[in-house]
C-alpha cells in the first residue's frame, strides 16, 4: 500500500509564494515520475508539474518561470516551489506518483491567491 501525504497549501496575495511537499511511503519501488496537477473550480483536472525519474521536467506554460519542481529520492518526496502567484492559481492540487505498476494520487491541497 502506498501513501501520499501534501502539504504546503494556504491563503497567499497576489505575488507571494508558496512552497507544496508531497511525500510517498508503503511499498514504493519503481518510481517513473511524480507531478503536481491543480484543479479549479468547474475546470477539469491539469498537469501544473512533473519530474522524471531521471530528473527531466515538465511545466504548463502557464507556470513556467514562475513554479519549480523538485524531488529528495532519498525521501521519495516531491515539491512545487510557487512563485508570483496569480489570483488563476487558485485550486486544488493533487500530487500523482507513478510506478511501474500502478499510479497513486494525493488527497489534494488547497491553494488560494487572493487578496
Known amino acids: 500500500q502506498v501513501q501520499l501525504v501534501e502539504s504546503g497549501g494556504g491563503l497567499v496575495q497576489p505575488g507571494g509564494s508558496l512552497r507544496l511537499s508531497c511525500a510517498a511511503s508503503g511499498s514504493i519501488f519503481g518510481i517513473n515520475d511524480m507531478g503536481w496537477f491543480r484543479q479549479a473550480p468547474g475546470k477539469e483536472r491539469e498537469l501544473a508539474a512533473l519530474?522524471?525519474?531521471?530528473?527531466?521536467?515538465i511545466y504548463a506554460n502557464s507556470v513556467k518561470g514562475r513554479f519549480t519542481i523538485s524531488r529528495d529520492n532519498a525521501k521519495n518526496t516531491v515539491y512545487l516551489q510557487m512563485n508570483s502567484l496569480k489570483p488563476e492559481d487558485t485550486a486544488v492540487y493533487y500530487c500523482r506518483l507513478v510506478l511501474d505498476t500502478a499510479t497513486y494520487w494525493g488527497q489534494g491541497t488547497q491553494v488560494t491567491v487572493s487578496s
Open positions: 519530474i522524471s525519474r531521471g530528473g527531466g521536467t
